[in-house]
């Protein structure tokens, strides 16, 4: 079956890191996505794994896959206030859609 | 270079009633889909477009509709709309297959419904 479920709530000190966890059901996902909402905007791509990667590491973003437990991680270096936003996790199997998480609110407090 | 662009941006609809919502895709993209964000919820995939047909759907009455034109442009339909229907739809769209693995989806800020 499709399901992505995160952890609703997340805050952090500004400078110390995040980390965001994501768990997915279905093990034939290609692709493992991370995207960022603010208030009132779309969706912006943060980054992408894919599934026959265990780790991807770009700027102050890492991302972790243990596709053993269906775990996804973002774990955000130096998190900053403006940071602050909605990070949704997404899976894609087929060419066609991707199914998102329901979204972990991510507060970062000075 | 422009990104995707969704029109209106905020919409108030009466029960009953139908709307469209349109999506100009991102520069070079071909492929568009649409997604319904209700209020504190992921974005549900609606329908994706390619070459002018629509090539999957989700799991969405037949009240949802939708449109590609030949330029790559896009446009959700919603007849007989219902309180629950209110939601932040959103459009991505993507280049080739291969690309959207790359690249993933670049979405469009979306357009606030709101059915009263």
């Known amino acids: 079956g499709e399901d992505v479920e995160q952890s609703l709530f997340l805050s952090v000190r500004e400078g110390d890191s995040s980390v965001i966890n994501c768990t997915y059901t279905d093990s034939s996902s290609t692709y493992l996505y991370w995207y960022k909402q603010e208030p009132g905007a779309g969706l912006q791509l943060l980054t992408y794994i894919f599934s026959n990667m265990d780790m991807k590491q770009d700027q102050r973003l890492t991302v972790l896959l243990n596709k053993k437990d269906k775990h996804l991680s973002l774990r955000i270096a130096d998190t900053q206030t403006g940071d602050s936003a909605i990070y949704f996790c997404?899976?894609?199997?087929?060419?066609?859609?991707?199914?998102f998480g329901t979204g972990t609110r991510l507060q970062v407090f000075p | 270079d422009a990104g995707v662009t969704q029109s209106p941006t905020h919409l108030i609809k009466t029960r009953g009633q139908q709307v469209t919502l349109r999506c100009s895709p991102k520069s070079g993209h071909d492929t568009v889909s649409w997604y319904q964000q209700a209020l504190g919820q992921g974005p549900q995939f609606i329908f994706q477009y390619y070459e002018e047909e629509e090539r999957q759907r989700g799991n969405f009455p037949d009240r949802f509709s939708g449109h590609q034109f030949p330029n790559y442009s896009s446009e959700l339909n919603v007849n007989a709309l219902l309180l629950g229907d209110s939601a932040l739809y959103l459009c991505?769209?993507?280049?080739?297959?291969?690309?959207?693995?790359?690249?993933?989806?670049?979405f469009g800020s979306g357009t606030r419904l709101t059915v009263v």
């Open positions: 991505a769209s993507s280049p080739d297959l291969q690309g959207m693995f790359d690249y993933g989806y670049t």
């Open positions: 997404a899976e894609s199997i087929d060419t066609d859609k991707l199914i």
